[in-house]
């Protein structure tokens, strides 16, 4: 789907991962679940491209529901997959903390997992080797990424400026739809290893100039990054 300009997401509001095309490439970030292949392959074909032409996977972190078919892409097409050195080993493991998993209703929270089945959530694949990033880089990939720390979701979390996109790519730092609960709007997301510091690292992202916030789960969000510490605080 097309948000703007070089933007494109892929999902829905409950899974959703994202695509910028540029005229040296496209960079993807994150890789939803694994059945999101097919949504790659849609959307790339809508464009006239492919596979190929994919420079990038940029992870804002390593939860499975975010890293679905990076190794696909990895291992079939070579695409390399980056990640923040404090999460590598949770994407090529899956090796995540037991978190308190907050409030849930039963209809929400069914369809949650329900939608991650039909996407081949079971079936993810962690990946075979990452390429490491700390704080603070901007990597070498179409729309130079700029890398956001952003821990608490987990140690390394990240938020993903896009220039040429006009986005801030934000993974779980926040949500706009609470996949437990069904409730809309930006507030805190479920299984966060650190809520507290999540809450903190909000204001990493105010600085930074765009007029979309991108969460790995819930709608879209057109505000400016200076707004959403206290938007979410307040949700």
Not at 5 to 15: A, F, W
Not at 164 to 169: E, G, K, N
Not at 180 to 187: A, K, V
Not at 211 to 226: D, E, K, Q, T, Y
Request: aromatic fraction near 6%; glycine fraction near 14%; charged fraction near 25%.
């Amino acid at each position: 789907m097309r948000l703007a300009p070089h933007l494109y997401r892929l999902g829905n509001d409950l899974v959703a991962c994202y695509l910028v095309d540029t005229p040296d490439g496209i960079t993807l970030i994150d890789a939803g679940l694994p059945g999101h292949w097919r949504d790659l392959q849609r959307e790339l074909r809508s464009l006239g491209k492919s596979a190929d032409d994919i420079r990038g996977l940029v992870l804002t972190h390593g939860d499975s529901d975010h890293i679905g078919f990076a190794e696909r892409l990895r291992s079939e097409h070579g695409v390399p997959v980056y990640v923040h050195a404090a999460d590598a080993v949770r994407a090529r493991t899956g090796d995540k903390p037991k978190v308190a998993v907050g409030p849930m209703r039963p209809g929400a929270t069914l369809g949650f997992f329900g939608y991650s089945l039909r996407k081949n959530g079971l079936r993810t694949r962690y990946v075979g080797d990452v390429t490491e990033f700390g704080d603070g880089d901007v990597l070498d990939l179409p729309g130079r990424p700029e890398i956001v720390g952003m821990p608490g979701h987990s140690p390394g979390s990240v938020a993903v400026h896009v220039p040429v996109a006009d986005a801030v790519f934000v993974g779980d730092a926040l949500t706009t739809r609470h996949v437990l609960t069904g409730r809309t709007g930006p507030q805190p997301a479920p299984f966060t290893d650190d809520p507290a510091e999540a809450l903190d690292s909000l204001d990493r992202i105010a600085g930074l100039p765009a007029s979309w916030v991108l969460p790995g789960h819930g709608a879209p969000w057109r505000v400016s990054p200076g707004e959403v510490g206290e938007a979410v605080r307040k949700g």
